[in-house]
């Protein structure tokens, strides 16, 4: 489990395709300190670490299957480009965002990019199977980032992203039409759940 506060921002140093897509990725985290078949989220996305640097690098390797090249943005992923990551949570960790899987719903699109003030207001496209889910207030994670949905209009819903989020993770890099990893609020989903068990049960 992960909580969507980015730890680091990591680089995408080497992609091979041999049968599962592997990809090395840069860090700043001291890869001595991560066990092999830990989980990081890099993207909003749950990878396991297979390899890592033992020569003097900071980097460790995961394995892709194809199934979640299709299911996220990782098929546009390239060399150079950076990624958010997220360790694991451990017990006792403090939960700073919302309760994140790493098990990614869909991609969203970004469609529009405004300041307003300070921040930056992004608006997505959902797919429509999972607008359902998103709700103003709510959290979303995007891009393994918790944030919160400020408006919702049919599959079209905001956030507002503030300077030092920008800063810290990998929104700073965003433009129209960029594909994004989208989670929704695992809350949300057990709600509208239950919506359809009393919707048949009463009917």
Known sequence: MFTGIISDLGVVRKLDQKGDLRARIGTSYDVAGIDLGASI???????????????????????????????????????????????????????????????VDGVAEIISLKDEGDSTRFVFRAPKSLAKFIA?????????????????????????????????????????????????DTMARYVARLREFDDATMG
């Open 41 to 103: 989220a890099c993207d909003g996305v749950c990878l396991t670490v297979v390899s890592m640097g033992t020569d003097g690098g900071n980097w460790f390797d995961v394995e892709i299957s194809a199934e979640s090249v299709g299911a996220t943005n990782i098929g546009s992923w390239t060399v150079g480009r950076r990624l958010n990551l997220e360790r694991a949570l451990r017990l006792g960790d403090e939960l700073g965002g919302h309760i994140v899987s790493g098990h």
């Open 136 to 184: 103003p207030k709510g959290s979303v994670a995007l891009n393994g980032t918790s944030l919160t949905v400020n408006a919702v209009d049919g599959c079209d819903f905001g956030v507002n992203i503030i300077p030092h989020t920008k800063e810290v993770t990998t929104w700073g890099d965003s433009a129209v039409g960029d594909q994004v990893n989208l989670e929704i």
